[in-house]
């Protein structure tokens, strides 16, 4: 039974990854804005709290205070990417597919560029940190650091935001009617940055959660963007609700490790090409619920109504 | 009566690049009264309004709340003035509830909680006899429902001057009634109510003084008591104008398309068009009246092939060959070149029958790409009819290379009717052609499909106007909930009883099919 545990352990941890992305997605898509540059963000989360961690590398700060930093430059990096998406999106009404598309090549490359430069002991070193308060075990709770329960407070909170205070009610009504919105003393444009850019920040939570947490492995930072496009695929799954969010992250964790514990469990020897077919499975999943929803076409579970479009205050 | 000055307007001007929107207007409000805003469209009766709103702000001018100047800025400020705005467009989000709208934008520090809104709703309802449901979706509620909401959202934060524009476009006879009503009694409340409109016969039984605004300038206020409906259009217009159509009795009529037992099932599974039966025969303007949404759009784009219907016919009695054909075995190209025509004025007056981006030559083609056998496309006829329309139309452009969409409103409208008239049709089918324009050019709009009727063309009118449609058609067929609840003569029909028709639900035009039924049985 150890087998199927751990399998259930490292589906819902990767899953975190895909939590922080697709809450920080739902955010920005709640204000009524695709963005396209997750990837992006949560590669330069990854770079940004890798440089803190650099930084602060025999530092002789204590090891708490150096995961709080790192987790605070990874959101403040996001919030950078978010601010510049924003400005280019609301300020100047760029085309909001093309600008995240920009943003994710961007944060892509930077991140390469910024990790390749540092040696991986210089952030490797507080792997250990990652992993208080369960530092000191050996069992399977090694596997989850403070990160993954860090993932779960800001999917509660969010889902509550939208849809218990009134922050989260001016904000939904951003999102679907800004027009709207702005003739009741709605600040549109605050709204707008506030969701894009605190989006973006908690996106990039996921970039330094994988390599830090989940993976640990000095190779981690080439994986994150593909996940960044499951955090955005996630958002659809989960019908733009943060507490959707939260189970179908752990179910496409799940599908997407399915490959390297499944056959083993079950004691299957699969070719080693078969791999990339199972970790096509979540897409699968996602356009599976794509097709439900279209068919039942339910009011409530359709996107953000101005999602994608830019709002323009003299156009009436 | 005692007057206090609640809203006074100092010499407001508000341009836009170099048109002058308002220029130098005075206008005073007082409590307790009900002053209609009236004006032709584009005579800037939504701009001055919107200037007291904080939608927009005025180039120059002051606006005095209480005889205290104050800049208003936003609709936060107006708020704060106690100034409230309904708009012609509805601004509420469809998914939220109507507590949820209506609670918008408040942020009075209180904690955030729905129960006593919905109580607080509950307790104006009440008081200025509104109904309405707090816990309802706006996307669930009827037009009138919504308006309901919208003033109640202007009311819920705390509002002593409420404007409207055109709150009475959108609903039947009876709705309006009921909405005079209750403003008659929040302006005995105290409450300062101004409404704009252009239908004066709603102007001369709800409102104390009409302010008339004729091209952005104020040309006078009057008591409503002391004046009448040819002195105001008068006022309006500039000029003096007749208001009356020109209604031609139907001569050498002939049944062209029979209907019979149509039913059509939208996408979501509602039967939108409900065993609808009618005749349309030429010489003759058959008009459709009905509250928006009850299936007058999915009617005419089934007879245009566009949609499939799921079951009844529809005969098409060609006057070429003699015979009869039926419209459900042809494609939309087979029905157009049989002459059954469709001039569709959608609510966005461009979304279908014309290209925004393209000019009207190329708007013009768009009928005509198909013709002839040479590679290249031929402009030259189309330029021809484009610059026939412009001069027979007095469509007011540049020329005939501007793009669609510089064009105002009602020259639009006028290329697309144009357009499909100059097809020479056998049916012309028009949804809403008047809509949105001014006295002038519905005026022209009317006199075109009377023209198309005295040639014998088979005229179909959706109108929203019932004033219009006793004035115009010799048939009026209303619809209710996607099913024919009666046809009524043009000439001896009165508003009221189309009123009631529009209103009845599938159950009362059962019952009233059935009795008509064993009537018949027993006779």
């Known amino acids: 039974m150890n087998g199927w545990i751990n399998y259930l352990f490292n589906a819902i941890a990767l899953g975190m990854t895909f939590l ?100 991986p002991l210089q952030y490797m070193y507080a792997l250990d940190y990652f992993r208080f308060p369960f530092s000191d075990r050996t069992d399977s709770l090694k596997y989850w650091g403070v990160m993954v329960y860090l993932a779960v407070v800001v999917a509660i909170v969010a889902s509550l935001v939208l849809s218990r205070t009134r922050v989260g009610l001016h904000l939904r009504a951003v999102g679907e009617n800004p027009a709207t919105a702005d003739a009741v003393g709605i600040n549109v444009t605050a709204y707008k940055y506030g969701a894009t850019c605190i989006g973006s920040g908690i996106a990039a939570l996921g970039g330094l959660f994988y390599i830090m947490d989940y993976s640990g492995s000095p190779e981690a930072y080439l994986n994150i963007e593909p996940f960044g496009w499951l955090a955005i695929a996630l958002v659809i799954f989960a019908l733009w609700r943060p507490y959707l969010s939260f189970f179908g992250s752990m179910i496409f964790g799940a599908l997407f490790v399915a490959g390297s514990f499944i056959p083993g469990l079950l004691g299957l020897t699969l070719p080693m090409s078969a791999t990339p077919l199972l970790e096509m499975l979540p897409y699968v999943v996602t356009i599976l619920v794509l097709i439900i929803t279209s068919i039942r076409k339910k009011r409530e579970n359709q996107p953000p109504a101005s999602l994608g479009q830019s709002y323009f205050r003299e156009e009436r | 009566m005692n007057k206090t000055v609640a809203l006074e307007m100092k010499q407001v001007s508000k341009y836009f690049g170099s048109l002058a929107a308002n220029r130098k207007v005075d206008l005073t409000v007082y409590r307790g009264e009900i002053l209609a805003i009236l004006g032709e469209n584009g005579c800037g009766k939504t701009t001055l309004m919107n200037m007291i709103a904080g939608i927009y702000f005025p180039d120059e001018g002051q606006i005095l709340v209480d005889g205290q100047e104050v800049v208003i800025r936003s609709p936060k400020d107006a708020f704060r003035h106690k100034i409230g705005m309904i708009h012609q467009h509805f601004k509420l989000v469809d998914l939220f509830s109507a507590a949820e709208n209506i609670v918008l934008g408040i942020n009075d520090g209180e904690r955030y909680n729905l129960k006593e809104v919905n109580a607080r709703v509950q307790e104006i309802a009440e008081r200025y006899g509104f109904h309405i449901d707090p816990k309802k979706k706006i996307h669930e509620m009827s037009v009138s429902e919504k308006q309901t909401v919208e003033i109640i959202k202007v009311l819920y934060r705390g509002a002593d001057i409420l404007i409207l524009d055109e709150p009475t476009a959108v609903l039947t006879p009876q709705e309006t009634e009921k909405l005079f009503a209750i403003l008659k009694r929040m302006r005995d409340d105290g409450k300062s109510i101004l409404i704009i409109t252009h239908k004066l016969h709603e102007v001369l039984s709800l409102s104390n003084r009409v302010a008339v605004l004729r091209k952005g ?297 059935e009795k008509e039924g064993s009537d018949r049985a027993e006779a």
Request: glycine share 10%.
């Open chain 1, 20 to 119: 922080y992305g697709s809450v920080g997605e739902i955010l920005t898509e709640k204000a009524g804005h695709l963005n396209l540059g997750i990837p992006g963000i949560m590669c330069m989360g990854g770079a940004g709290g890798c440089i803190a961690l650099q930084l602060m590398y025999r530092s002789g700060i204590p090891p708490m205070l150096i995961v709080i930093i790192s987790i605070l430059a990874a959101f403040l990096s996001g919030v950078l990417m978010g601010a510049i998406y924003s400005f280019l999106t609301v300020t100047l009404h760029a085309n909001q597919n093309v600008t995240g598309l920009a943003m994710t090549t961007f944060g892509v490359g930077m991140m390469k560029f910024i990790i390749s430069k540092i040696r």
């Open chain 2, 217 to 513: 300038e104020h040309i006078a206020t009057v008591e409503t008591a002391s004046t009448n409906p040819a002195e105001l259009t008068e006022m309006m217009v500039g000029q003096k104008v007749s208001l009356n159509i020109n209604r031609p009795e139907p001569e050498n009529t002939q049944d062209r398309l029979l209907v019979s037992d149509l039913s059509l099932v939208n996408a979501d599974g509602i039967k939108v068009l409900d065993d609808i039966c009618f005749t349309a025969r030429s010489g003759e303007i058959l008009g459709i009246a009905g509250i928006a949404g009850s299936g007058q759009r999915e009617l005419l784009e089934t007879i245009a092939g566009l949609q499939h219907p799921a079951g009844g016919r529809i005969l098409y009695h060609n006057p070429k060959t003699d015979k009869e054909e039926d419209l459900r075995d042809k494609t939309p190209m087979q029905i157009r070149e049989l002459g059954v025509r469709l001039s569709f004025v959608p609510e966005d007056r461009l979304g279908m029958g014309l290209v925004a981006n393209m000019d009207i030559v190329d708007n013009m083609m768009l009928r005509s790409y198909k013709r002839g056998h040479s590679l290249f496309v031929d402009r030259k006829k189309p330029k021809d009819l484009a610059d026939r329309i412009i001069r027979e139309l007095q469509i007011s452009t540049p020329g005939t290379a501007t793009p669609v969409r510089r064009l105002s409103g009602g020259n639009v409208q006028k290329v697309l009717v144009g357009r499909e008239i100059a097809a020479a049709p056998t049916v012309l089918m028009a949804a809403y052609p008047v809509r949105g324009l001014d006295v002038n050019s519905s005026y022209t709009i009317y006199n075109l499909l009377t023209a198309q009727k005295q040639q014998g063309v088979a005229v179909i009118f959706v109108g929203e106007d019932l004033d219009v449609l006793v004035e115009l058609c010799d048939r009026i067929m209303v619809i209710a909930n996607g099913r024919v609840s009666g046809i009524v003569d043009g000439r001896t029909a009165t508003k009221e009883e189309i009123g009631v028709l529009m209103t009845q639900t599938r159950a009362e035009i059962e019952s009233q099919k």
